[in-house]
């Protein structure tokens, strides 16, 4: 659907285009006809016109930023409403967003020192005058025609000690999960150093291209940003001085108190460093005798392996451990703007850090048991080799694109960053179905089931830990799913009305994100062996039994799924942490070869087959950063699905592939929407938080 404002003209705003989507606004490109000028319209959608909690979101904002003048905040030129709908009106920057630099790859050490030079001050004046920012990344740094840049969007700031904040926000964690501090991850109290370890992860992006954790959810980013070192800037970009990288590491310090003061203090060390080295120490030099970095994932060891189906003999006996005790629920409820949901993310961040010192020896024990195993039977099987498909089938794509090559398209369908507004419809009529999700409600995780047509919603879990990524049987009689109430994340089963449940593994290490074989009799795994962030692909039999290596490759193998017809596995495949080698594999059950299906760098991941046909539906890199591509089996065919203003992630069909299920964080917080396939209409499903929907029965409209 066509966006209904283009074209009109509200408050004396000729609207022209649109200039982008966030998680509560619209941001439009108009003409001020009074002034004749062109400017940015930044208004609350109707969808959250009554929606208390978004209405005081976008009012507290225009709060904000009129108490804020700085040559480097984005200025503010009007205020009013539309028919009820608020707007801002903003000066238009023509250059466009620090992130649209990023586009092209790292950035000279020239435009970075300038830009944070620029930024910083700015920061710490609204610090200054008690604002924390709580967002701050490349896409809320904009650019001017003369390399002016200017800090924006403060959505979701807090301005210490107005009790407003709670009401609104909650309390505890907001903001994008691969750009937040620790602490503000935790839903700890935060301060202004919180903004600077931000700014130093936008410094590291700056200055090697990539962001510095990668993970298939925004909530196991979040726990990376508590729990692990970030990568050396110089293994990705070797032309950074030691100097500019040490300045990162501070920056980017755990503990705030080891982290710079403020934000200009942070801006004078870099100037300082960068004063050390030649004037492109960012840039990676592509000409001949330049540095160069490999596209192609190079060989490891041990080589891929993998197991067919086997007879009893040769499969991995299941690995049995110690209970761990269990810690106290530290849940705090909180609420999410901009990437993520909920309080899932203070959880488990808080049970990971508390596991990682009790559990290192245990799991390194694990670790070597279960690879020597598997090294036993690599010397004994024939592992194939991951062959790429012939030719780039999605071209030469540099960085991060703002659109995908030309392919053939269906109708409604546009490449990313050209796709129209899809329509959201309050009400509507829903198919004759049950399903089953997992939410955030009453600071808890879990199950539950839902009539869509009567809207019944049924909790199944009560216990006081994380349940979930719940899969449905095929024949809709049980539930497989993610908990970690023994203290880690384990598997566990249960039949759909929530009873006869059981636990299927149980170790030292994260299993991971299952799902069933066409037939029922197998469960498929990813776990991290290793404890080092790679994963293994296992089965396992749903009393628990059988437990075998399916495959290994001594990289990061995740989210895998059968096809329909019981030949093909798919899987995502890459390095750990680092999105950009992540591909769309599959593995041949016949045969034993793996080839990629995608391959290209930019991060493509969490591939589900449709149930009929041969189409793969899957996640690459879009607007919220993440949209739903299709695929088929062969890789061919590749078509943009669908790409909304939010982080869209957990799509599974219906039966029937009329309708879509999937979840998006488009609101706000993570939510189930359904999409009508030919239509395109969208309706949402949950609005007190939703996620990873199955499908438990369906008898269609």
């Known amino acids: 659907m066509t966006d209904e404002l283009l074209g009109q003209t509200i408050g004396g705003y000729e609207i022209l285009g649109v200039i982008g989507h966030g998680g509560m606004a619209t941001v439009y490109r108009a003409h001020q006809v009074s002034m004749n000028r062109t400017?940015?319209?930044?208004?609350?959608?109707?969808?959250?016109?009554?929606?208390?909690?978004?209405?005081?979101?976008?009012?507290?904002?225009?709060?904000?930023?009129?108490?804020?003048?700085?040559?480097?905040?984005?200025?503010?030129?009007?205020?009013?409403?539309?028919?009820?709908?608020?707007?801002?009106?903003?000066?238009?920057m023509v250059g466009g967003s620090v992130d649209d630099l990023l586009a092209q790859g790292p950035l000279s050490i020239e435009q970075t020192v300038s830009i944070m030079l620029q930024i910083a001050p700015a920061l710490d004046y609204a610090h200054s005058k008690n604002v924390l920012h709580r967002d701050i990344k490349p896409s809320n740094v904009l650019m001017d025609d003369d390399a002016g840049a200017y800090l924006t969007d403060f959505g979701i700031a807090r301005i210490l000690g107005d009790p407003a904040n709670i009401s609104i926000t909650t309390q505890g964690v907001v903001g994008t999960p691969s750009y937040m501090s620790p602490e503000q991850a935790q839903g700890h109290e935060i301060d202004g150093r919180s903004d600077v370890y931000s700014l130093g992860v936008m410094l590291f992006e700056m200055a090697t291209g990539r962001r510095p954790f990668e993970s298939e959810t925004p909530y196991s980013i979040a726990v990376m940003q508590v729990t692990q070192p970030p990568p050396a800037p110089r293994s990705i970009n070797p032309s950074i001085l030691p100097a500019v990288?040490?300045?990162?590491?501070?920056?980017?310090?755990?503990?705030?108190?080891?982290?710079?003061?403020?934000?200009?203090?942070?801006?004078?060390?870099?100037?300082?460093?960068?004063?050390?080295?030649?004037?492109?120490?960012?840039?990676?030099?592509?000409?001949?005798?330049?540095?160069?970095?490999?596209?192609?994932?190079?060989?490891?060891?041990?080589?891929?392996?993998?197991?067919?189906?086997?007879?009893?003999?040769?499969?991995?006996?299941?690995?049995?451990?110690?209970?761990?005790?269990?810690?106290?629920?530290?849940?705090?409820?909180v609420s999410i703007g901009g990437v993520i949901g909920c309080g899932l993310l203070t959880l488990l961040v808080v049970v990971v850090s508390l596991l990682i010192g009790n559990a290192d020896r245990e799991a390194e024990a694990l670790a070597q048991t279960l690879?020597?195993?598997?090294?036993?039977?690599?010397?004994?099987?024939?592992?194939?080799?991951?062959?790429?498909?012939?030719?780039?089938?999605?071209?030469?794509?540099?960085?991060?694109?703002?659109?995908?090559?030309?392919?053939?398209?269906?109708?409604?369908?546009?490449?990313?960053g050209v796709r129209e507004t899809p329509q959201v419809e309050a009400d509507g009529d829903l198919p004759d179905a049950r399903i089953i999700y997992f939410a955030e409600r009453d600071g808890n995780y879990d199950l539950y089931r839902m009539d869509l047509r009567t809207r019944e919603d049924i909790r199944l879990t009560s216990h006081p830990s994380v349940d979930m990524y719940p899969q449905v049987s095929p024949d809709g009689r049980q539930i497989v799913f993610v908990s970690d109430r023994d203290g880690d994340?384990?598997?566990?089963?249960?039949?759909?009305?929530?009873?006869?449940?059981?636990?299927?593994?149980?170790?030292?290490?994260?299993?991971?994100?299952p799902s069933w074989s066409p037939d029922g009799r197998w469960i498929i795994f990813s776990s991290d062996t290793r404890g080092d962030g790679t994963h293994d692909l296992y089965q396992i039999r749903p009393d628990g039994t059988e437990l075998t290596l399916v495959y290994s490759d001594g990289l990061r193998n995740s989210h895998p799924r059968w096809s329909h017809d019981d030949r093909y596995i798919i899987f995502t495949g890459g390095r750990p942490n680092e999105g950009e080698t992540w591909e769309i594999m599959r593995l041949d059950r016949r045969t034993g070869e793996t080839i990629r299906?995608?391959?290209?760098?930019?991060?493509?991941?969490?591939?589900?087959?449709?149930?009929?046909?041969?189409?793969?539906?899957?996640?690459?890199?879009?607007?919220?950063?993440?949209?739903?591509?299709?695929?088929?089996?062969?890789?061919?065919?590749?078509?943009?699905?669908?790409?909304?203003?939010?982080?869209?992630?957990?799509?599974?069909?219906?039966?029937?592939?009329?309708?879509?299920?999937?979840?998006?964080?488009?609101?706000?917080?993570?939510?189930l929407f359904l999409l009508d396939v030919d239509s395109g209409s969208v309706q949402q499903i949950t609005n007190n938080s939703g996620m990873y929907a199955d499908w438990i029965s369906y008898n269609g409209s």
């Open 39 to 92: 400017v940015a319209l930044k208004v609350l959608p109707r969808l959250f016109l009554n929606d208390d909690t978004y209405l005081q979101r976008f009012n507290r904002e225009v709060k904000i930023i009129a108490k804020l003048e700085h040559r480097n905040i984005v200025p503010v030129h009007d205020y009013g409403q539309f028919d009820e709908q608020p707007y801002i009106v903003m000066r238009y």
């Open 245 to 333: 990288e040490q300045v990162i590491y501070k920056a980017m310090s755990k503990n705030r108190d080891d982290r710079y003061d403020n934000a200009v203090q942070f801006a004078d060390a870099l100037q300082k460093a960068a004063a050390q080295g030649t004037t492109n120490i960012f840039m990676i030099d592509t000409e001949p005798g330049g540095v160069h970095l490999p596209n192609d994932i190079p060989p490891v060891t041990p080589p891929p392996v993998y197991y067919p189906p086997p007879p009893t003999s040769g499969t991995l006996p299941p690995v049995r451990k110690k209970r761990l005790r269990r810690w106290p629920n530290l849940l705090v409820s």
């Open 371 to 416: 690879t020597a195993t598997a090294a036993t039977a690599i010397a004994t099987v024939d592992g194939p080799t991951i062959t790429p498909l012939p030719g780039n089938l999605e071209g030469d794509l540099e960085g991060r694109p703002t659109g995908l090559p030309s392919v053939a398209t269906a109708s409604g369908i546009a490449p990313i």
């Open 489 to 513: 994340y384990e598997l566990y089963l249960m039949d759909t009305d929530g009873n006869n449940l059981r636990q299927l593994t149980n170790n030292f290490v994260t299993d991971r994100i």
């Open 597 to 671: 299906l995608t391959d290209n760098n930019v991060r493509d991941w969490s591939p589900v087959f449709a149930p009929m046909g041969d189409t793969i539906i899957y996640l690459t890199f879009g607007e919220g950063d993440a949209a739903l591509m299709t695929m088929n089996v062969d890789g061919g065919d590749r078509q943009l699905f669908y790409d909304g203003s939010g982080y869209e992630w957990g799509a599974v069909y219906s039966p029937d592939m009329r309708y879509l299920l999937f979840t998006t964080d488009a609101t706000g917080d993570d939510e």
